[in-house]
């Protein structure tokens, strides 16, 4: 069982290009999320997906877009990189909304820097 | 907006010492406050609170919500180097639907040997 996995775990980026950051979890949770951390803000949320085949923006949703077509997978996209998008990006999961309340697991992190 | 304000931002103590660490919120919902320590990588669970005055604890951790004043705190007794760490402080301001955390910017612990 190894939870939250993010893939790449550091990249560079020349700013105009484009990647995507991977999550996978083996934990047949529904909700998956994707966050920033930058220094002395805290996580903010990019986007988010309750179920497969859907998403909805978070508190910073520009810059970024998402897809989720298979449940254990939350895809994060950068298409024209830039600057401002330097960050550490993290991943987590959840499994529903219900009673008992659930936590979020989050994944290792993805470092990126964009020059 | 909802907002989350974690004081002190740093903080530098000695081996032994114990600190209590401060969360304050505003939201115009409340589901849960959540406290996560991140250490190098991923933020990982240390407690969930919902109901005022209920005292949350773990071996040396121990953690309190007033939801009257709006505030939490989380208490370290005789710290050791390993609780060298990012301690966030979380709301869950969303009754329902997916849990749109809202974190706090997150207080930096050194303990010094």
């Known amino acids: 069982n190894a939870g939250v996995t993010q893939t790449p775990k550091f990249r560079v980026l020349k700013t105009g290009q484009s990647m995507t950051l991977l999550c996978a979890q083996d934990m047949n949770h529904e909700y998956m999320y994707w966050y920033r951390q930058d220094p002395g803000m805290g996580l903010r949320l990019i986007h988010y997906s309750v179920g497969e085949g859907t998403t909805a923006k978070g508190e910073v949703p520009d810059g970024y877009n998402v897809s989720r077509l298979k449940k254990q997978n939350f895809l994060l996209g950068l298409e024209s990189a830039a600057p401002s998008q330097t960050s550490v990006y993290f991943c987590?999961?959840?499994?529903?909304?219900?009673?008992?309340?659930?936590?979020?697991?989050f994944g290792p992190g993805t470092r990126l820097l964009v020059l | 907006e909802d907002k989350v304000v974690q004081s002190p931002l740093s903080l530098v103590v000695h081996e032994g010492d114990t600190v209590t660490l401060n969360c304050s919120y505003e939201v115009t919902n409340f589901r849960s406050l959540l406290w996560y320590k991140q250490e190098k990588k991923a933020p990982t669970f240390l407690f969930m609170l919902?109901?005022?005055?209920i005292e949350k604890k773990s071996g040396r951790l121990s953690s309190i919500l007033d939801k009257k004043e709006l505030f939490s705190i989380l208490n370290i007794t005789a710290t050791q180097t390993g609780d060298s760490a990012i301690y966030l402080c979380a709301v869950d301001p969303i009754i329902q639907g997916a849990q749109k955390l809202v974190f706090g910017q997150g207080t930096r612990l050194t303990i010094n040997p």
């Open positions: 987590a999961s959840s499994r529903y909304r219900g009673l008992p309340l659930e936590t979020q697991y």
């Open positions: 919902t109901s005022s005055g």
